[in-house]
């Protein structure tokens, strides 16, 4: 059946310039989480949605991270005035209490600022 | 906050040999355990996990970890490795409410011929 999905695979911007990275989860995963991973790093949590409450934002670094999540499903995050520091892998996991919150990754979205 | 230590970032171990990943946890709190392993090119997937019950929990594939809340440790154990199992393993922790897993900085397990 079908992953989760994220697009771009890979992309490369500016500094300053704002990027929105895009997750499609498995479908009926209430659950929906980013992370970034930095090299040699491990993975940060960054956000956390379930379902309709309101999401888990503890994890992001400054406001100029934000993510939203339409209709239960597809998930964006932004990063505005993008910084050197941003480049990492960012990578989205959905799941669902049924699974005992065993989370399905996406390949992850490469991000590089120059 | 939790915080998850895997000591070793790079562990080479010949083909047939024994190998432990070491794994260790702040928070002495009620706390699930994971492992995942990233193949080369591949997504992270989740390799085995302890939520209750025996402290003991096996994958599919051979290994093994032992949840010691002693120690607040969740070692990664196989006695026997093999080329395929060249990878990169993550220990995670999530505290009970699932809202957010604290992960490790990755263990490169790297098989020898």
């Keep these: ?114 | 906050a939790q915080s998850v230590t895997q000591l070793d970032s790079q562990v080479p171990v010949f083909e047939e040999a024994p190998v432990e990943l070491r794994c260790n946890y702040s928070s002495s709190v009620s706390v699930y355990l994971f492992w995942y392993v990233q193949y080369p090119n591949q997504g992270l997937q989740l390799l085995l996990k302890y939520l209750s019950g025996s402290t003991l929990v096996e994958s599919i594939n051979g290994f093994e970890a032992e949840f010691n809340k002693s120690q607040t440790s969740f070692h990664l154990r196989k006695p026997s490795v093999h080329i395929s199992d060249t990878a990169e393993y993550f220990c995670a922790v999530s505290e009970g409410d699932f809202n957010k897993f604290y992960f490790g900085s990755g263990t490169k397990l790297n098989v020898k011929p």
């Design chain 1, 1 to 114: 059946g079908a992953g989760v999905s994220q697009s771009p695979s890979n992309k490369v911007t500016e500094k300053g310039k704002d990027v929105e990275l895009r997750c499609d989860p498995i479908s009926g995963h209430t659950a929906l989480y980013w992370y970034r991973q930095s090299l040699g790093q491990g993975l940060e949590f960054l956000i956390y949605f379930q379902g309709n409450s309101a999401p888990d934002k503890s994890g992001l670094p400054s406001d100029r991270f934000s993510a939203e999540r339409t209709g239960g499903s597809v998930s964006t995050l932004t990063i505005q005035r993008t910084q050197q520091e941003d480049s990492a892998v960012y990578l989205c996991a959905s799941s669902s209490p049924s699974l005992s919150y065993e989370q399905y990754f996406g390949p992850g979205t490469r991000l590089t600022v120059t």
